[in-house]
């Protein structure tokens, strides 16, 4: 499976994690997805990684302009091509 994905509106974080294996540490990258960009997840990647963008709970004032920008609203349009591996 490979992901693609379009972010329009306020800036979010997606965060990469590791899927738990026996003996391996897991590793967390954070990629920030401001107005207008592209995230492109490939099916390697995909097997080995964890994707996600969870919900901002900080209070607005601790909010830079770019997360409140939109209303602080943002859109997603995801594009999946599903298959076993």
């Known amino acids: 499976m490979f992901l693609s994905s ?9 965060v990469l ?7 391996a540490e897991r590793s967390i990258q ?4 401001p107005h207008n960009s592209a995230f492109i997840l490939g099916q390697e990647t995909n097997r080995v990684w964890l994707h996600s963008i969870k919900a901002d709970k900080r209070p ?3 909010k830079r302009a770019d997360e ?13 091509c599903i298959g076993p591996f």
């Open 6 to 14: 379009l972010s329009l509106g306020a800036q979010r974080t997606m």
């Open 68 to 80: 409140l920008a939109y209303g602080g609203e943002r859109i997603s349009l995801t594009f999946r």
């Open 60 to 62: 607005e004032s601790l």
């Open 17 to 23: 994690r590791t899927k738990k294996t026996e003996n």
């Open 30 to 33: 954070r990629i920030t997805l």
